[in-house]
Nanobody
């Protein structure tokens, strides 16, 4: 599977952005997809997870109530709707796919910058 993120950018605090992760290739062995982020000088952290059926969704406490993960398999795209953005949300955001055959597959990342 190949992953390509888009939708990052510069936004003021309190604003919104929607990230997209387009996936292509064989997805039959994908059981879940994730959004991670990595801020400068910090470890990469899991932001949200959605299973292949959409039956289980996880959010990190820091984004709960503000971010929404979703997927549209007809469009082969996963989304992260980010509302009420804060400066501490500034990071490179990565999508990943948990492939049962090869492990975690990563996209190239998209920069999100929230100004105060």
């Amino acid at each position: 599977v190949q992953l390509v993120e888009s939708g990052g950018g510069l936004v003021q605090a309190g604003g919104s952005l929607r990230l997209s992760c387009a996936y292509s290739g064989s997805t039959i062995s994908i059981n879940a997809m994730n959004w991670y982020r990595q801020a400068p000088g910090k470890q990469r952290e899991l932001v949200a997870t959605i299973t292949n059926t959409g039956g289980y969704i996880y959010y990190a406490d820091s984004v709960k109530g503000r971010f929404t993960i979703s997927r549209d398999d007809a469009k082969n795209t996963m989304y992260l709707q980010m509302n009420s953005l804060k400066p501490e949300d500034t990071a490179v955001y990565y999508c990943s796919a948990q492939d049962l055959r090869v492990g975690n597959v990563w996209g190239q990342g998209t920069q999100v910058t929230v100004s105060s």
